[in-house]
């Protein structure tokens, strides 16, 4: 039997949110919403080519223009190295959505593999779970409070 072997170029993540596919396009494309689960800092222009700027806590900055959005189903970043997609669908299932994350064009050296691949799943992980949180409870799972980050090592002083 031959094992299949793992495509280091991409994966696909999803999850089930009971809200409707509007407000989870709203949480990916609205700057206000989306700073609410993932990025400090947030201006989006949801149209092709519109402006895509995203800053966490920790300095770390995302600029660039948006290749695609399709209200309320789909919306196509850059994302991670030169050349990364990230493309995010989402769909009515029952009374709630589906959000399916794809991230694709990955590099494949073997230092990526590690510190991208594994840590971009890990970390979508995270936001995924924690999109879910503030829109089904309005908890946002991520540690913003500057003080505890700076005594935790996350961000320097």
Not at 52 to 80: C, H, M, N, Q, T
Not at 109 to 136: A, Q
Request: aromatic fraction near 10%.
């Amino acid at each position: 039997m031959a094992k299949n072997k793992y495509d280091w170029t991409q994966f696909k993540l999803k999850i089930e949110i009971e809200v409707k596919p509007e407000k989870v396009y709203e949480a990916w494309t609205d700057a206000e919403s989306l700073m609410s689960w993932f990025p400090v800092t947030a201006e989006i222009v949801p149209k092709k080519g519109g402006r895509l700027y995203l800053e966490w806590l920790g300095g770390d900055k995302l600029e660039a223009k948006v290749i695609a959005a399709r209200k309320p189903y789909s919306l196509i970043i850059p994302f991670g190295a030169k050349g990364e997609e990230l493309k995010v669908s989402i769909r009515k299932n029952g009374t709630g959505s589906i959000c399916e994350l794809h991230q694709y064009n990955m590099k494949t050296d073997p230092k990526t593999r590690v510190e991208m691949h594994m840590g971009c799943i890990s970390g979508w992980v995270f936001f995924l779970t924690n999109l879910k949180s503030v829109l089904e409870h309005g908890i946002d799972l991520r540690g913003t409070d500057p003080e505890r980050c700076y005594r935790q090592g996350y961000i320097n002083s």
